[in-house]
């Protein structure tokens, strides 16, 4: 299990994208909510 | 063949809306897929080690972020030349997408630059036009909010939209026409990558797909309800 974390030595490269990209998505994802709710009122 | 039905704010709010839910959940089911088969299916790769990984979002994202651009200055584009209300609504509402795929685009690759290249950025021709494509998304978007009036703000940045097609073109290519730093095209005929890898590639190809437009159908709905008054 920490070897899969551990990404062979990679693990702020390969978590680093992963982590910003998703961390983005899920902004995107929360931003387009509320942005519903205040139109729909 | 009810297509220009469609093209009717109102008419197309519904469709949208229900178009969002599937490909929403679709993109969800992909991405679990692409990446179980990227993380835990594909091989270690025999000179990068595990820091190819990385592949299975920056392809994926890459590619998107010029293809939004292409679909964006479509519908900008149309909405000039035909002066449809929805063409000029789609194209705003792909713009905020459009420019996370290239933020994502840029923050993966110099991720992956480091490892593999010792640096986290380079001013070759790949990575430049590539910046420049953000760029271009924020000063459309910037320009867009900067005119009070909607159709007179839809018309500057589909002028702008437009002009800035010329990039996609020099990013594609920029590869082949210059010495860089970044490697040519991941997917051609003779490629060399490994089956499962690019099995788990093209899946998360298609797992942002269906984000995208779901991201935009759903901006497009909030758009629609701003400016029609729904």
New interface residues.
Partial sequence: MSE?FA????A???W???G??FL??LV??VL?KK??RE??T | MKLFWYSSPQTFYPLAGTLAKWTGALAVVLMVVGLTIG?FVAP?DAQQ???Y??IY??VP?AWMSMFIYVVMAFWAGAGLAFNTRLSAMMARALA??GA?MT??AL??GS??G??TWGTYWVWDARLTSELILLFLYLGFMALQASIDDPRRADRAGAVLALVGVVNIPIIYYSVQWWNTLHQGATIKRSSSIESTMLTGMLVMVLAFWM?SIA?SL??V??II??REAL
Avoid at chain 1, 7 to 10: A, D, S, V
């Fill in positions: 899969f990404m062979g030595g990679y702020w490269y390969v680093g994208s992963y910003m990209t983005l998505l995107e994802i387009l942005r519903s139109t729909k | 993380f270690t080690g595990e820091a990984r990385i979002i920056h994202a905020p997408t996370l933020f994502i923050w993966t991720l992956w480091k490892p984000y991201a759903v901006r709905r909030c309800r701003e």
